[in-house]
């Protein structure tokens, strides 16, 4: 005699007041982050989402963290250098990507972000409401903020420094991640704040996090090295369409050794489009008839032409 089939439906969708609580955070972030794409704030994902949430992988493999829900990552698409957390999701802007001269400095500005989440420095859940977004378009920045209290970058900023220096025990994020080439893009971007004021005043976030723990030497004298960039020119990695807001990273061919006066770092440099023909495609011929025209009249065939 067969068992008699059980429903276990009931059990299955039972949660936990925990788990209630983060399904109740995630719709929030849900709203949120589908609120600031349909407006064209955030671009929808793609490539550069992937490498972003590569980065952080590695940060919590090296960690051993296991956070849920996952740590997913968007970019903003404005060109002002900022980067915020709608609770598990990460968010830098292209501006900021296009600036940051390598790998081992987008590690540290995600580690800071990627801190933010671990601490369980949490997203107004009162956004899980459908009603708290409808606002005009043109109130976005005044209605959205994801600043942090002080108290709050404090306690990123040091587990920030505590997921580097875990990460840095492996091997090969030892050789890629060159910190030292990271604290020479927060000297830079602190040398220079005065005269970019605009473009390091966040909309949604907060300044590009500055961490002092870093445990690396700066060189001594970076005019020696050529190669030595600390920071890349507005659109230096990212290039967006205007047409649907996705983004793509640049493949452009390698360069050789950069001049002093071409390393530009938080510049505009030239804008150079590329154009191409709209075409449409061309009619075909219609051929020539091979058989002999009739006489409308009789309905014979016509006399040849002598």
Not at 58 to 70: H, K, Q, S, W, Y
Not at 88 to 116: F, N, Q, Y
Request: proline fraction near 7%; hydrophobic fraction near 40%; include cysteine.
């Amino acid at each position: 005699m067969e068992a008699p089939v059980q429903d276990d439906t009931k059990t299955a969708n039972d949660l936990s007041p925990i788990q209630a609580q983060r399904s109740w955070d995630r719709q929030a972030e849900d709203n949120v982050i589908d609120r600031l794409e349909r407006i064209g704030l955030i671009a929808p994902k793609g490539e550069v989402d992937k490498a972003l949430e590569t980065v952080v992988n590695n940060l919590e493999v090296t960690n051993n963290i296991d956070l849920d829900p996952d740590v997913r990552c968007r970019v903003m698409t404005t060109t002002t250098l900022e980067s915020y957390t709608v609770g598990h999701t990460i968010v830098l802007s292209r501006g900021l990507i296009d600036v940051l001269p390598d790998e081992a400095s987008l590690a540290t500005i995600i580690a800071h972000e990627l801190s933010h989440a671990i601490l369980g420095h949490r997203l107004d859940s009162s956004l899980a409401f459908f009603d708290q977004l409808l606002i005009e378009d043109k109130e976005t920045f005044r209605h959205f903020g994801f600043q942090r209290t002080p108290e709050e970058e404090d306690a990123a900023n040091k587990k920030a420094a505590e997921l580097l220096a875990n990460a840095l025990k492996n091997p090969q994020l030892a050789k890629s991640w060159q910190l030292a080439n990271a604290s020479l893009f927060f000297q830079a971007l602190q040398t220079r704040q005065k005269e970019i004021p605009n473009l390091i005043s966040a909309h949604l976030g907060d300044r590009v996090p500055v961490i002092g723990a870093l445990r690396t030497s700066l060189p001594t004298d970076q005019k020696q090295d050529p190669q030595m960039i600390t920071a890349l020119p507005i659109g230096g990695r990212v290039k967006l369409d205007p047409w649907n807001d996705k983004l793509d990273l640049i493949k452009s061919k390698p360069i050789g050794a950069v001049a002093e006066r071409e390393k530009m770092p938080f510049e505009v440099t030239p804008f150079m489009p590329y154009l191409t023909r709209y075409t449409t495609e061309a009619a075909k011929p219609i051929a020539a008839s091979a058989t002999t025209p009739t006489d409308p009249k009789t309905g014979e065939a016509a006399p040849g032409k002598p």
